[in-house]
């Protein structure tokens, strides 16, 4: 069963906060999920799938048994909870473990260094996190890298989902005890967006955000709850409005109440549709430690066809833009040319250098140019920004 919810007739096309029915959702969470409609999983805790991935490698042996087996994965994550787990995903704790100790010699460098505090989601020192992880650890120690992204159980649940060509990123995070919770909500994209600015983008692209990524996490401790392993609510991803909703307070209380966390054994991996509600739990236990791989993966198709400088188109069109201001052309027709110019999308970044401006995002090129014509810079002032915007987004010192 699935409840639709229509965007208002005020805004046709659009969801907004009005549109959010908590009594709706309750209805759409409402349900059981059942292992004999999974075959291939081998049981059901606290509604979440759970695979073997060792029974998995078995039947994925033969094409056809991939083809069965990857449909499963994507009815889970769509009909399904919205969130499946394999035990054993890495077999070879060794690897895990090498994994861990590049990880914890790259926070140690970090700290040196006076970085490792962007958290971006937690109180700065509360945690650490490593951004872009996927990158540091192919520098530090190549061996490594190789042996765990070689794991097939992340290429079948990746494919699964996105099909071929996938991007993979991760961020490292560990959270010592006292660690708190954080607010449940959905990822990116949508996810990352204040509401005001989710609610300007038309009903469909909500419906098709969940597709263009896969999250994920990989256990690289053992996670019994007390070390507060995600929260997750089942079927949740379901709900249309729900990247507007995650921040309705009756819709956060309600999570409060009804959310479900596994223990993981490390090893283990997690991934769910990025629309499910969710969020890191609370350590409260008084001496584990609680490292987790985050993985996210992209779709390959998130890109534009060509190649284009955005820095110089906006670095040769910023005195015709001043112009035409000081001239008196419509703003809007200022923004609509600038809308083509220049990046309108702060992401990807550097995350260790690129910080939040008021929310979830830091500022994409495009407004650091708006933000040129409203304060008037220079040209030469212009440059000097798109220069740093683009520092911002290398990751040469890695």
């Given amino acids: 069963m699935t409840v639709t919810a229509r965007p208002s007739t005020g805004t046709p096309g659009r969801f907004t906060e009005a549109d959010c029915s908590l009594a709706d959702f309750a209805t759409l969470v409402d349900r059981t999920t059942e292992l004999a409609h999974f075959p291939h999983a081998t049981a059901v805790e606290q509604n979440v799938l759970v695979y073997d991935a060792a029974d998995l490698r078995r039947v994925v042996a033969s094409d056809a048994g991939r083809l069965e087996v990857e449909a499963e994965l994507v009815r889970a994550l769509t009909a399904g909870p919205g969130v499946v787990a394999f035990t054993g995903a890495y077999a070879d704790h060794a690897v895990v473990d090498r994994a861990t100790a590049a990880f914890d010699g790259i926070i140690a460098a970090e700290r040196a260094a006076g970085g490792g505090h962007n958290d971006h989601f ?43 060509s996938y991007q993979m990123t991760s961020q490292v ?16 994209h949508l996810g990352f967006l204040s509401n005001a600015t989710a609610a300007r983008y038309p009903a469909h692209v909500h419906l098709l955000s969940p597709v263009l990524t896969l999250q994920g996490a990989v256990a690289h401790s053992d996670m019994p709850v007390a070390s507060g392993p995600t929260m997750y609510l089942p079927y949740s991803h379901g709900y249309e409005p729900g990247y507007l909703a995650w921040r309705l307070p009756e819709f956060r209380e309600f999570f409060a109440d009804r959310h479900v966390q596994l223990p993981l054994t490390k090893g283990d991996a997690v991934f769910f549709n990025p629309a499910l509600f969710h969020g890191a739990g609370t350590n409260v236990s008084a001496d584990l430690q609680r490292m987790a791989n985050l993985l996210q993966v992209s779709s390959a198709f998130g890109r534009a066809m060509e190649t284009v400088d955005r820095a110089k188109v906006s670095r040769a069109i910023y005195p015709v833009l001043q112009d035409r201001r000081d001239a008196g052309v419509d703003p809007a027709v200022l923004a609509n040319a600038l809308a083509c110019a220049a990046e309108g999308y702060p992401f990807p970044s550097n995350l260790d250098l690129d910080a939040n401006v008021d929310g979830l995002t830091p500022l994409s090129q495009a407004q650091v140019v708006q933000q040129g014509l409203d304060e008037d810079w220079t040209g030469e002032r212009l440059a000097q920004e798109l220069t740093a915007y683009d520092v911002r987004h290398r990751t040469d010192e890695i």
């Fill in 122 to 164: 937690a109180k700065a020192g509360a945690n650490d996190r490593i951004w872009n992880a996927l990158e540091k650890l192919a520098v530090r120690d190549p061996g490594t890298f190789v042996d765990y992204y070689g794991n097939d159980i992340l290429a079948l649940i990746s494919t699964a989902w996105l099909g071929p």
């Fill in 173 to 188: 995070n560990v959270v010592r005890p006292g660690g708190q919770a954080q607010d449940p909500h959905r990822d990116y």
